[in-house]
């Protein structure tokens, strides 16, 4: 393990400055969210804070967890009980800092979870749309010309199939997407000038909207799409400061 440590509020300052985070409405506290160790030395990041990346980052001797999906989101109940009292109890045994970041990290232009899934499948940004902005817009590189090899594409990178609704030989256009659960700003997508959009989710009236707009839409996973923003946050920690830095995935099938 690298000798480098930084101070846990020196690491908070610059996250914070670096996402921007207070540029954001969110649905939760971005930054740190639970307060261990004063010297951070060894972070281990990941898409959510369960119980099993609290297990993985212990046995790993980290000091530190960087996430996504992090605690403490409106309209929750507030009680420390059950499922969060072990998680909670588990941080605070072992002095564990915990530090979240949501919107702000969907958001950034280069370590956002957009910007990571965008690079990955060779998509061209070249504008944004939506509520504060999240939702990217852009084209697929010629040899990607339709639906289906959109398709073949997504899950070649991120090893889910994709599923599907529109029909697999239309056109691609002018691509929409927006990583996790984003499955309510197709609206803003098809407003945005999108022939086809991708996202993590999909719900019921999403399928209806899809079909009656002729705008493909693919649903390619919460946890497969925002695998990747949080990584390359871990990546410019470990660049910026010289501490140690590991992504642990817990494998989840949506």
């Avoid at 996250?15 to 939760?28: E, G, K, M, V, W």
């Avoid at 898409?47 to 000091?63: F, N």
């Avoid at 594409?153 to 659960?181: S, Y």
Wanted: with cysteine.
């Amino acid at each position: 393990m690298s000798g480098k440590k930084i101070e846990r509020d020196v690491l908070e300052r610059h996250l914070a400055s670096t996402l921007d985070i207070n540029r954001f409405r969110d649905y939760c506290p971005n930054g740190l969210q639970v307060e261990g160790y004063e010297q951070i030395q060894y972070v281990v990041s990941g898409v959510t804070a369960s119980l099993a990346l609290i297990e993985a980052a212990l046995d790993k001797g980290a000091d530190t967890l960087l996430v996504h999906h992090g605690y403490f989101w409106k309209g929750e109940d507030p009680r420390v009980v059950g499922h969060r009292q072990k998680r909670l109890k588990m941080l605070l045994a072992n002095n564990i800092n915990l530090f979240a970041y949501h919107l702000p990290l969907d958001a950034h232009p280069l370590l956002g979870n957009n910007a990571q899934l965008g690079q990955l499948l060779g998509l061209k940004s070249d504008g944004r749309f939506g509520d504060q902005d999240l939702g990217w817009l852009g084209v697929m590189a010629p040899e990607i010309a339709t639906v289906s090899d959109l398709a073949r594409l997504v899950e070649r990178v991120l090893g889910r199939t994709p599923l599907i609704i529109g029909n697999p030989d239309q056109a691609v256009g002018r691509v929409g997407w927006c990583t996790g659960a984003a499955q309510n700003s197709l609206a803003d997508a098809i407003a945005a000038g999108a022939s086809v959009y991708l996202s993590g989710e999909i719900s019921e009236q999403t399928v209806h909207l899809a079909r009656e707009s002729n705008v493909a839409y693919l649903a390619c996973g919460h946890h497969a799409t925002e695998r990747y923003g949080v990584q390359a946050l871990g990546r410019h920690i470990e660049n910026q400061f010289g501490i140690r830095h590991e992504f642990v995935e817990v494998p989840n099938p949506v």
